[in-house]
């Protein structure tokens, strides 16, 4: 018998390690593939970046080639699409993504438009990965502008400072005033992109692959505005960005890479005078509205459809208030077979502790103090009429009744809540406690009876305050998989047989003579 008790426990004991290893596996997937968090009513930011493309036709066909947006380490893309009636739109992925729309001649002024909508990447997903480049050509500079150009670089491999070599130049090129030798390099009319590709060029002098990048800077509710560059230079075995205006090396949180390369980020065959601006507007939405959409872009989507969090909302309230109801129950379990605390009814705690959840916590205990209190008294004249059981008990059901209608109207006069919370007590269980506390009265005394309205009552505010926290709310709603780990602990904790907190307190002395 006692050798089938061991083998029960370790069946048990693995049940709960294979159950956690479970629930761990998928609260790591719901995390890094769905988006779920451990804190309740987190938000995700959406970025919704618009491009708007204006040129005027010349009377032949129109092909636009523009570039787009790949998923980077900091932003996944949800969705994208085109506004540009009249156009046929196709994509191409090769090493850049990238849109082409063709239409038939026009003839009228042309406004199109390229929406993408982003989420916050945290999982680092999506990461582009590029290979060693080869080594750059060395630009066609005439003998005078070559001097000029190694007299800037050995100027910035003299800089004393720790930046690497794209820094210092972009350093120089920073200077106000500008430097003799950077004037000499530059056009005329000074540009943004004249001052990428000069500096390009003066890394590819030194052997060090570069190429310029076209993004976006993610600021809320910007408007009308035209791309940012930036120049990415082949550093230490990678590729790194760098920014043109303060030379910060890193690439910005806040930054959405549209081109990169020497290709023009908006081409247009059959139109002139074109221009591209941007707009930015910035939104928010919740793990659980936005897990839809990652599981469509993970390809799980099916498991996502099949699973608690696409219900209706009225539906997925109620699973929530289930989902926490396990991890009470574990309480309950513990405090009575492992604490040894002694209550009115095994689970009666946990339906006083949702009747809380309803009144508030300060105006639940005193209405219940009030019908326990009335009530007891009422089932003390009572028990002078020697009614039967059935009876007896059925008007303590109504005496409970009129309580809380009595409650509830004195409450609406005076405008006093407590009096209102009454109405959240389930009527049975009170009525049943009113009758258990007055049995233990009697048969007990007042001090046994005391103890076990007391035990009930503290067994339920920590119940309460369980299943109303927000925190474990959340947790085991969204990592419902939790409660088949709680499952096994109320299992094993059955097989527990020794002696309860309390016993062991209360057989102290013997130990101690002993």
């Known amino acids: 018998m006692l050798q089938k008790f061991k083998s029960i426990r370790v069946i048990l004991s693995i049940g709960l390690i294979l159950s956690a290893i479970f629930a761990g ?84 002024e042309q406004n199109l438009y390229y929406r993408i909508l982003l989420f916050d990447n945290e999982a680092g997903k999506g990461t582009v990965r590029a290979s060693k480049p080869r080594k750059p050509a060395i630009p066609e500079y005439d003998e005078t502008q070559m001097a000029v150009a190694k007299s800037i670089l050995a100027q910035a491999e003299a800089l004393e400072t720790e930046a690497d070599l794209p820094q210092k130049i972009i350093e ?133 459809d099949n699973s608690i969090y696409n219900l209706p909302i009225n539906n997925q309230n109620i699973i929530k208030w289930l989902s926490v109801f396990p991890l009470a129950i574990l309480v309950i379990v513990f405090i009575r077979n492992i604490v040894g605390l002694q209550t009115m009814g095994t689970f009666t705690p946990m339906l006083i502790a949702m009747s809380l959840t309803q009144t508030g916590f300060v105006n639940g205990i005193t209405s219940f103090a009030i019908i326990i209190s009335i009530g007891m008294l009422l089932r003390t004249l009572l028990s002078r009429l020697n009614l039967l059981l059935v009876p007896r008990i059925s008007s303590v059901v109504i005496f409970v009744i009129i309580i809380m209608q009595t409650m509830t109207i004195i409450g609406y006069r005076m405008n006093f809540d407590i009096g209102l919370s009454a109405v959240f007590f389930p009527i049975i269980i009170m009525a049943w406690i009113i009758e258990r506390a007055s049995i233990t009265w009697e048969e007990d005394g007042a001090f046994n009876a005391s103890r076990e309205i007391f035990n009930t009552l503290l067994t339920s505010v920590v119940t309460y ?43 102290a002395p013997l130990v101690k003579r002993g």
């Open 25 to 108: 596996y998928c609260m790591y997937y719901k995390v890094t593939h769905w988006g779920f968090s451990f804190k309740p009513r987190e938000t995700k930011r959406i970025w919704n970046i618009e491009a708007h493309i204006n040129f005027m036709p010349t009377n032949e066909n129109i092909k636009i080639t523009l570039a787009t947006p790949e998923d980077s380490k900091f932003y996944k893309i949800l969705d994208d699409n085109v506004i540009a009636p009249k156009y046929k739109v196709s994509r191409i992925k090769s090493t850049e993504n990238k849109i082409v729309l063709r239409a038939q001649p026009q003839t009228e």
């Open 172 to 304: 120089i090129f920073n200077e106000k005033p500008t430097p003799v030798a950077v004037s000499t390099l530059l056009p005329f009319k000074i540009t943004k992109e004249n001052v990428a590709t000069t500096i390009k060029n003066l890394l590819a002098i030194k052997s060090v692959p570069s190429r310029l990048i076209k993004g976006v800077r993610l600021e809320e509710n910007k408007k009308s505005f035209s791309p940012d560059l930036m120049i990415e230079a082949y550093v230490g075995g990678k590729w790194r960005l760098y920014n043109l205006k303060n030379a910060a090396k890193g690439m910005p949180d806040d930054f959405i890479i549209f081109q990169r390369g020497d290709k023009g980020l908006l081409d247009i065959e059959g139109g002139e005078n074109s221009s591209i601006q941007f707009s930015v507007l910035r939104s928010t939405t919740s793990n659980f509205d936005l897990a839809n959409h990652r599981a469509r872009l993970d390809k799980t989507k099916s498991w996502y």
């Open 465 to 507: 305050f369980i299943i109303q926290d927000e925190y474990i709310k959340h947790l085991m709603f969204a990592f419902n998989e939790l409660n088949l780990v709680i499952l096994f602990i109320v299992m094993l904790l059955g097989t527990y047989t020794g002696y309860r907190l309390l016993e062991l307190k209360r057989f």
